[in-house]
């Protein structure tokens, strides 16, 4: 991991900031860019070994991706942090704030306990190239499923009409049941596998449960946020350690790229979720993924 470059860390955090974000698996794309290049990319950016420099790196990494949530989101930070102390000072749950954050912290759990008891047994077991590339095509197939299924006769088809407010976006997010923000959040725990995409699944698990494209967008990186946070943060102490050795510039270049892609990304989504739908990103996904597993397979 000495040997990491500038341009390998840079590259690496680009596809981090959009990837994360963007329906496609920032963790799929972590172990399968390395590997289609293949040379010293796949040699020393492996995700699967026990004590994973590059883990750390791109771990490490999430903490860049989460500012630029936060600083895109701001207000809406204020608002639910000031809520959640609302709540606890006068016991309470009714302005938009207050049911922001507590179906934001109802949404988290699944995926924190989760992800502390079967993070490092998912990793090592399937993060290769070829169930990763497996992965992707069942992301695919995932977004898509999703998409057809909300217009089923059966399925309410919710208004797709904008709203040029964003507080009213957070309004109607507010008025979503707790027990459906459970259901929703915990679908991130399959982004434990890599090729499954946080943001791709909570998307769809909202879809399903009635919200708007722009709504399931906004909730799910809302929810993200937290997580990819905490991710970043648990793994920062590995950077200052042997494993950060030498490569202190690089995890800076990283993060910055890191940084500004996620922002741009986080930007143009919300306002493609407006009015388009994951089928796109389903397509590439499914492509990528059995283009990906048909050449490793067979080189």
């Known amino acids: 991991m000495s040997t990491l ?20 698996s920032s963790l799929g794309h972590s172990v399968l860019v390395p590997a289609l290049i293949g040379g010293r990319w796949a040699q020393d950016l492996n995700v699967s070994s026990p004590e994973s420099p590059y883990l750390a790196f791109i771990v490490g990494l999430h903490v860049a991706t989460a500012a630029a949530l936060l600083v895109f989101f701001w207000r809406d930070w204020v608002q639910i942090i000031v809520g959640f102390y609302t709540s606890l000072r006068y016991r309470r749950l009714q302005t938009t704030g207050e049911r922001l954050a507590w179906l934001i912290i109802i949404g988290t759990i699944p995926v924190g306990v989760i992800g502390l008891a079967l993070e490092h047994t998912f990793r090592t077991t399937l993060g290769k190239p070829i169930p990763a590339a497996a992965f992707l095509v069942v992301n695919g ?14 399925h309410a088809a919710p208004d797709q009409s904008l709203d040029a407010d964003p507080g009213g976006i957070d309004d109607r997010l507010a008025r979503t049941s707790l027990s459906r923000g459970l259901l929703i959040g915990a679908a991130q725990t399959l982004a434990l596998l890599p090729g499954i995409s946080r943001s791709g699944v909570t998307m769809t698990a909202g879809l399903l449960r009635g919200l708007t494209h722009d709504e399931a967008a906004r909730f799910s990186f809302l929810l993200a946020t937290p997580v990819i946070l905490a991710a970043g943060v ?3 102490p590995d950077l200052f350690g042997p494993l950060g050795d030498g490569i202190g510039g690089q995890v800076l270049a990283g993060s910055i790229a890191s940084f500004v892609s996620a922002y741009l990304a986080v930007a143009f989504l919300t306002k493609y979720f407006h009015t388009r739908t994951l089928t796109p990103f389903a397509v590439y996904c499914v492509l990528a993924g059995g283009g990906s597993l048909l050449w490793l397979t067979l080189r």
């Open 5 to 24: 470059s500038y341009l390998e860390a840079t590259v690496v955090g680009l596809f981090q900031g959009v990837t994360e974000l963007f329906p496609v």
């Open 141 to 154: 197939l995932i977004l898509y499923g999703g998409e057809r299924l909300r217009r089923r006769p059966d």
């Open 234 to 236: 648990l793994k920062i």
